[in-house]
Nanobody
Framework: VQLQASGGGSVQAGGSLRLSCAVKGTILSVFWAKSKGWYRQVPGKVRELVATFSDNGAIEYAESVKGRFTLSKDNTRKSTYLQMTSLQPEDTAVYYC?????WGQGTLVTVSS
């Protein structure tokens, strides 16, 4: 499965961005139920969870983004979205979308103070 991520960019602290991730090609609906979400990575650090839909559909957020980021999905478009608000410099990272065992190409988010 290939994933196409988009929506990264540069914003000032307090700003917002919306990341999108779409499954390229056709997949069976049963496979869409797999875990999917967003992770981020800063150079030199381990990739960390930002937000994810688990296999049972529950949403999990990293503590650092709770109340600021919102994960959503469009089952028809086989896409996930990460709405990020009140962005802070520490949110600066490359953001990766994930679906099952597949990863998107990464999109850079830069937040300046």
């Amino acid at each position: 499965v290939q994933l196409q991520a988009s929506g990264g960019g540069s914003v000032q602290a307090g700003g917002s961005l919306r990341l999108s991730c779409a499954v390229k090609g056709t997949i069976l609906s049963v496979f869409w139920a797999k875990s999917k979400g967003w992770y981020r990575q800063v150079p030199g650090k381990v990739r960390e969870l930002v937000a994810t839909f688990s296999d049972n559909g529950a949403i999990e957020y990293a503590e650092s983004v709770k109340g600021r980021f919102t994960l959503s999905k469009d089952n028809t478009r086989k896409s996930t979205y990460l709405q990020m608000t009140s962005l802070q410099p520490e949110d600066t990272a490359v953001y990766y979308c994930q679906f099952g065992e597949s990863w998107g190409q990464g999109t850079l988010v830069t937040v300046s103070s």
